[in-house]
């Protein structure tokens, strides 16, 4: 019998590194013959910590938030899940069609093997694409295959991946590069942590074998500073793969070789520009320049370079053994395969899913996400981070594909999509995205450096109840400017956050600007908290608000004095008979 | 004064290999804290990088710091979920509890505060990674009574240490 324990910084974070340790001395207290072992992130992070126990016949029971002082009752009950036994703790038959509705391929060892031990990999057929690309395939072999998938890059801009190889393989040059950006800078993605975390063999096996493909000996991953434990298990993994030969001189005997090291970043959104990152690699400000050349002719050093981000690599060896043609029967006509997507915000059940691309966002957000926090409205979904956009819940049944979200105006992006119901205020959140974008724009260019910076400017004095007649207007003409006076991707995106909320949500910019209430009651500066009548007079607002503000005799209706109120919302927390409202 | 016989091993890996000015200014973060104006100076002449250059790359990236930190760094993460789920009201406590704003450390010397961008936690939202020599702790769904009561028990501990 063995148990696993997911240690994904999700499941560490919830304190699955306690529990693990507690597993271990109560076993050892009892003399019991199991094994304690970990695994990454298997998406559902909304359960962790997640205790998967296989018994003799390998077959798996999942318990979930187990905390270190449910370890004895488990124990107890001998792991069982039966009916009649306290199983607070077993997974539930709806949490377990969360995982089942998925389609799974980037996704395919998370949460189910130990990433610090590649004979976990192996076991399930890890590094025989690799053989098979080595001893089987020519380079162009391969990237047929690629073509025949249909993949498409997962960084963001959804380039397809075979283009970009067949390019870097037809520049001539004995000395080539094969990148992986790691470096997951929108806000609000984690997918590819989670590959890193969960199944860094993955992407080690698709980067030798784009290596392959496009003739590199070298490949660097890039790797934000953030994710301390991504770069150990990766460093790790690369470890034991130099070990067993998959990594180094003549790979397979097929007289290839190719080694990889990581390169830490050291935090700059901008850096998700390729040439950003290849200056950022070489030393330098993480500076774009103008393209072409490509990097495919003049990347790192002047030299062929290819780059791709961590989701597209993991598919790689999946379609080399499965064949382009299946990963290309799943999506769309033009979106081919699945996709990662990072739920979270005012979800219910967060976490990561792969889905076939085509999906609706109602199928994800309520069928697989399980609805809105507390069972409210459903108001909007972000997508695309700071290059993206917000759609509003009419569009909701919008197929989630290249083509179908891009004609709404925001981008699949990386795969982020943060959830907001009807306390969350659009114009917040785009003066939240412009605050984003003004401090990462590397400033090389006007309009995106003096533009984002207007920008957030206008939209601060919106949300602060400041706002002019003719600033929408201001907006939507900044917005054009920086788009067509930016260089590069950053400045030519940065607006959309703005235009797409402007599009969908003009009249909650209206109620800032012309009626001075912030429609989501959510900007301090334009409501009030107020008590009804059903205030009991109970005393416990007036004896927690930190400023005093409150007032009233014990058993009488309290009163706010609005003078003198700073909008903790202390007051509306603490009351348990929901007498306080925003106004 | 220092002497930077710390940077030595680093220097002698990393100074003459093309493109290493980011790893080095990384291993000199580690090994001091913060990159001081001495720091890059030192790091300027055994390298025969221009010191501008250098001060270019060091403000360029979040990361790096020219400020020594508290012994405790609390990186709040700033992503959008957790935008969406508070993070500013939780800053705001962190801020009210400790006196200190983003970018700020605490006149004891024990904690420092940094907005970052994005802890990839998203779904534990609002988060904040808390780091020392002791390593890193994540810290996930917080509130602003638990961000509280966390930062006292990590200031206990730490009174704990000096005491032992």
New interface residues.
């Given amino acids: 019998m063995k148990i696993i324990i997911g240690q994904g910084?999700?499941g560490?974070?919830?304190g699955a590194k306690k529990t693990a340790s507690e597993f271990e001395r109560q076993i050892r207290d009892r003399n019991l013959d199991i094994q304690v072992g970990i695994t990454g992130c298997v998406g559902t992070?909304?359960l962790?910590p997640i205790v998967d126990v296989y018994d003799d016949q390998n077959h798996l029971t999942r318990h979930v938030k187990v905390q270190p002082q449910d370890v004895e009752k488990i124990l107890e009950s001998h792991f069982s899940c039966a009916l009649g036994t306290d199983s607070s703790h077993c997974i539930t038959r709806e949490d377990q069609e969360v995982i089942e509705k998925q389609k799974r391929v980037v996704l395919r060892n998370c949460g189910l093997i130990d990433p610090e031990n590649i004979s976990d990999y192996t076991a399930l057929g890890g590094y025989q694409a690799i053989q098979k690309v080595l001893l089987e395939m020519t380079p162009q072999d391969v990237i047929e295959e690629m073509k025949v998938s249909g993949l498409r890059g997962r960084g963001g801009a959804g380039f397809p991946t075979w283009f970009k190889w067949n390019a870097a393989l037809s520049n001539p040059g004995s000395e080539k590069y094969m990148v992986c950006n790691a470096d997951?800078?929108?806000?609000?993605?984690?997918m590819d942590?989670s590959v890193l975390e969960g199944d860094p063999h993955s992407l080690i096996e698709g980067m030798i074998i784009g290596g392959y493909a496009i003739g590199a000996n070298q490949g660097i991953i890039y790797c934000r500073?953030?994710?301390?434990l991504a770069i150990h298990r990766l460093e790790v993994a690369m470890a034991q793969a130099r070990e067993k030969g998959y990594l180094g001189k003549n790979l397979f005997g097929s007289g290839f070789n190719f080694d990889l090291r990581i390169?830490?970043g050291?935090?700059?959104?901008v850096c998700g520009e390729e040439t950003a990152l290849i200056a950022?690699?070489?030393?330098?400000?993480?500076m774009p320049r103008l393209k072409p050349p490509f990097p495919a002719a003049k990347g790192y050093?002047q030299k062929p370079t290819n780059i791709n981000n961590v989701e597209t690599f993991a598919n790689v060896p999946w379609i080399i053994l499965n064949g382009g043609a299946s990963f290309g029967a799943m999506g769309t006509e033009q979106s081919k395969g699945t996709k990662v997507f990072?739920?979270?915000?005012?979800i219910k059940k967060?976490?990561l899913v792969e889905v076939p691309m085509g999906m609706t966002l109602r199928e994800i957000i309520y069928d697989i996400g399980g609805g809105i926090k507390n069972d409210r409205e459903f108001k909007a979904v972000?997508m695309g981070?700071p290059s993206g956009g917000c759609i509003p819940a009419s569009l909701i049944d919008t197929p989630v594909d290249y083509e179908n979200i891009g004609k709404i105006g925001a981008i699949v992006g990386s795969g982020?999509m943060?959830v907001?119901d009807e306390t969350?205020c659009m114009v917040d959140?785009a003066r939240?995205?412009l605050d984003?974008t003004r401090k990462?724009s590397?400033g090389k260019c006007n309009y995106c450096r003096i533009g984002t910076k207007r920008m957030l400017e206008i939209l601060e004095r919106i949300t602060q109840g400041k706002g002019e007649d003719g600033d929408i207007e201001l907006l939507e003409e900044l917005a054009e400017k920086i788009k067509d006076g930016s260089m590069c991707g950053l400045g030519q995106t940065a607006p959309n956050p703005v235009l797409t909320t402007i599009k969908y949500f003009r009249n909650e910019y209206e109620d800032h600007i012309y009626n001075h209430t912030c429609t989501a009651k959510s900007c301090k500066n334009l409501f009030q908290f107020v008590i009804t009548e059903k205030c009991t007079g109970c005393t416990v607002c007036a004896r927690n608000c930190p400023v005093n503000a409150i007032q009233g005799e014990r058993k009488q209706l309290h009163v706010i004095d609005q003078d003198v109120c700073t909008k903790?919302?202390?007051c509306e927390?603490v009351c348990r008979f929901d007498a306080i409202i925003r106004k | 004064m220092s002497d930077f016989k710390e940077l030595a091993p680093v220097l002698d890996q990393y100074g003459r290999v093309?493109?290493?000015?980011?790893?080095i200014?990384?291993k000199a973060q580690d090994i001091y804290g913060y990159l001081s104006k001495e720091t890059i100076e030192y790091i300027a002449d055994a390298t025969g990088i221009k010191p501008a250059k250098i001060y270019?790359?060091a403000t360029?990236?979040?990361?790096?710091r020219q400020e020594p930190i508290g012994k405790y760094l609390i990186?709040m993460c700033?992503?959008?979920?957790c935008?969406?789920?508070g993070a500013d009201?939780i800053e705001?406590a962190v801020t009210e509890h400790l006196g200190i704003r983003d970018g700020e450390t605490t006149e004891d010397g024990v904690f420092t505060l940094n907005n970052?961008?994005?802890?990839?936690?998203?779904?534990?939202?609002p988060?904040m990674?808390v780091k020392s020599n002791e390593g890193?702790?994540?810290?996930?769904?917080l509130t602003?009574d638990t961000v509280k009561s966390i930062l006292d028990e990590i200031k206990g501990r730490s009174q704990e240490g000096i005491a032992v």
């Fill in positions: 910084s999700c560490i974070a919830t992070c909304y962790e997951e800078g929108d806000p609000g993605a984690f942590r500073a953030e994710y301390p390169k830490a050291a935090g700059a959104f950022s690699l070489e030393g330098e400000r993480g050093w990072a739920l979270a915000g005012k967060g976490g972000q981070g982020g943060i907001m969350t959140m939240y995205f984003f990462e590397c903790c919302g202390k927390e | 093309p493109g290493s000015l980011i790893t200014l990384q270019g790359v360029f990236y979040a990361q790096f990186m700033k992503g959008t979920a935008h969406v789920n009201l705001e970052v961008a994005c802890l990839g936690c998203c779904s534990l939202a988060v990674m890193e702790e994540t810290y996930g769904n602003k």
